[in-house]
């Protein structure tokens, strides 16, 4: 009796220190200084200008980038950013809280779901995971609508799935109201996937086909409709074909279809990504996928079939478009987060079919972990980056190797690998996001612009490619985005004072070009963003060139002063 106490205390005592300690790590990778670094990614530029137009203009039905209505997502992502925007005062804070939140219940859902259809232990891993995956670490602090996107779709179609499965019809309902809410946050795209998923399992299992018919389908597609249908009915009926043409030919159909930029990723794309961003359970993936592709269906549990399904659908539509983004499969992290745990929790033979391929992944896990440190040190060396990140790469090391010589028992959390990822996430927000920061001066040349120009002054951005939104959004005034050679004609044309940021190696073709003008202010920063930084010819600097005109009188102190 007196070990039976001491036992529980003692599992009572763990568990609180396994919540205190899953805590911190999801406080690191979604909230620590989350709002620290300047806008980076062009998109979180450009729905963070979006939400505050919508602020400042009233219309809260339709969205305006620039003035101009912006077709390109429905308005409910919007809403939703422009409540903290709206109380706080950090505007880069407040444009990534929501999508933060949304990584908080994702990894809440992820648990849920896990002990479930599973076991606690199962949720519990697969929550960790999915906290310490690269993909939340990356959209909690970028203020675009994925991680948004994400909780609605894979919390509906997670609500419609445990109905199914354990027979509690009731919760079907609030899956179909958040699937709705998922269309209403990125399109019809959240219907197809769902779709596309259940049919998937139906079509290899009976038992499942039989209990998703049992489901009040019908009813779910009107709760959707009425979700998500007015907005885009109230759009067609303002805008007419313009909206018809600009959101659901272009952005959807079309964007499918072809390409609007060259040099699109392969097909394979998906499978890389997912191959680095699961690092170092990926292993567990390969070898559960291995002997889910060796059992017949009949063998396979409900909620393998559902989990592959969800993968399979997500991953295969994303493939077959021609454009593709490293971000759209984010709603298979929680799924592929299950399978890993319940890889590392299976015991032999536990689905009636061959295990070697989940056995041999789980010990692949601890080595994966060990040379996933080898190569970070490698890098820090080889490109000469603070010598701190050697740190978190000796975590890691240290990690795999204790993970491979101890024999891990089944239900147990790889605590090790876990605080390893965690220091490595803790390294890079103390270390590599603030010197990257320092090295971005759009920011810092829109705000002299906006301190500098006068209300009548014309302010325009020449071919800044990816740092149109953020320029935009920190000079906090209607811009002239200047790229094509007839809109720039027209505006050097005028003789009007104007202040325009380009880079110096165009302000150069532009004066040879017979442009008048002069250099006001000038900054050395990063050309690359965060969609092409690991790109080594697009991780350069570049000077930035504020030029206003060279005749004509100018009422801010800097133009009068100009320099060649």
Known sequence: MHVYHVNVHHQTRGGWFGYLGGTALLFVTVFWQLGSPTFWDPDEAHYAETTRELITSGDWLAPTFNGQPFFDKPVLFHWLQAVPMRLLNDPEWAARLIPAIACVFLVVLTWWLGSTLGTREEGRLAALIVALNPGVFGLARYAILDAVFALFLFGGISLVAVSALRDRPQLQYPGYV???????T?????????AGALCLVAAVSTDVR????????????????GVAAPWFVYMTIRFGRDFITGYFLQENLLLFARAPYRNQPPWYFYPEIITLGFLPWTALIAGSLWDTTRT???????VDLLLWGWTVAVVGLFSASSFKLDHYIFPVTPALALICARAWNATPHREGGPSRGTRTGKML????CAVLGIVLAAVVVAFGLRRALLTPAAGLVAAGVATTVRRRQSGSVPTAILGSLGLLYAAVIVWVI????????????????????????????????RWTSAFRFYVDRPVALLDGDDETRKFFVDDSAFFCVMTRDAYDQLRKAGVSMKIAHSREGLWATSGD?????????????VAVSASGEHRHAASRRPRD
């Not at 990125?186 to 769902?194: F, H, I, N, S």
């Not at 039989?210 to 409709?225: C, D, E, K, T, Y």
């Open 434 to 465: 603030p010197d990257i920061d320092r090295l971005k001066v759009i920011p810092e040349v829109a705000a002299w612009v906006a301190h500098e120009a006068h209300p009548a002054d014309r302010v325009a951005s020449y071919r800044l490619n």
């Open 533 to 545: 930084v690991l790109r080594p010819d697009r991780f350069r600097t570049t000077e930035f060139v």
């Open 186 to 194: 990125k399109g019809p795209v959240a219907l197809v996937l769902c």
């Open 296 to 302: 017949r269906p009949r063998q396979l549990q409900n």
């Open 178 to 184: 958040l699937i709705g809410l998922a269309v209403f």
């Open 365 to 368: 896990v601890g080595p994966t």
């Open 210 to 225: 039989q209990r998703f018919f049992r489901l009040r389908l019908g009813v779910g597609l009107v709760i959707v409709a």
